[in-house]
Structure formats: C-alpha cells, structure tokens
C-alpha cells in the first residue's frame, strides 16, 4: 500500500486490510509506505487513526516508512493510491516484472478506470469518513479478487 506520507491514505489501507485478513483467517504480508521522506518514523495522522478507531480499526500501531526498490522483490503486488505514487514507484522499479506488480488500489474496486483514493491531509474530518468509506469497499473487493477468485 503506497501513498505520498504514509500516515494517511497507505496506512488505513494497510490496516483494515491487516484486520480483515487476521478476522477471515486469510494468510498475507501486508504493509505500506510512502513515497516522500517526510513522515519516517512517525504514527499515522491523528484525524486518521480517530477516523479508523471510530469503525474498530487499530492504526496507532503502525509506522511511517519510505517505499524502497527492495519493496519490489518483498511484495508481489504494489499498490498505489494515486497518479502521482504511480510515477515515483516507476522510477524505482527495474525490470518489467518490477512494472507489472504497480496496480492502482482502487482498481479492484473500479476495474481498469485508475481513479485515485483522494488525499485528506489538507482536508475536513468529512473528508477522512469519505477516505475510509471508500478504503473498506476497496479493501473488501481486494480481498475478493485475491483470495476467493483464483
Ligand atoms: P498520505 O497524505 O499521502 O495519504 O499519507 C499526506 C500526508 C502528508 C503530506 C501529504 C499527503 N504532506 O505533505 O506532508
């Protein structure tokens, strides 16, 4: 799960995904990271981990780290919440297999349209609620696709 800080949009993803593998006896390494340098170190946004606890998702456990080319050979799919993510995790990947693990995270939800989990950092508490809306349906169709489809 990929973003610009990570201690918004990657960590919800990483986490709700963490709870809903751990509930459903699913078996996966799931973690997230940001592209920028910003945050290293550091717990997820406070209006984030309010938003997530207020539906029973733990956040405050995790912490920020920056995406590395190593990423590419510890994980098999690399998934990125916006345009912007998309193009500074290419510029790490280097071969085309690297290129082919970077999906767009709401594209299991909205299949081929790359549309982008909207960044609430400059935002509204509203605008955190939305991010989790959409970050629990995303997640739920991920789920779907990964473990129950093939
Ligand atoms: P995220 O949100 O990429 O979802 O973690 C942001 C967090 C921090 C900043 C931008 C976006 N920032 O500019 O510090």
């Not at 963490?18 to 945050?39: E, M």
């Amino acid at each position: 799960m990929v973003c610009l800080g990570n201690i918004c949009r990657s960590p919800l993803a990483d986490g709700l995904l963490l709870r809903k593998i751990k509930a459903q006896n699913l078996n996966a390494i799931v973690d997230s990271a940001g592209t920028a340098n910003y945050h290293i170190g550091k717990a997820p946004d406070s209006r984030m981990i309010r938003t997530a606890a207020k539906h029973g998702t733990a956040l405050d456990f995790l912490r920020a780290r920056q995406f590395t080319y190593n990423d590419f050979q510890n994980f098999d799919h690399i998934l990125v919440m916006d345009h912007s993510n998309q193009r500074n995790v290419l510029k790490l990947a280097q071969t085309p297999d690297d290129e082919k693990k970077i999906e767009f995270f709401l594209d299991y939800l909205y299949p081929h349209q790359q549309l982008e989990v909207p960044d609430p950092y400059y935002g509204t508490l509203e605008d955190f609620e939305a991010v989790y809306q959409l970050v629990d349906q995303a997640t739920d169709a991920l789920i779907q696709k990964l473990f129950h489809e093939q």
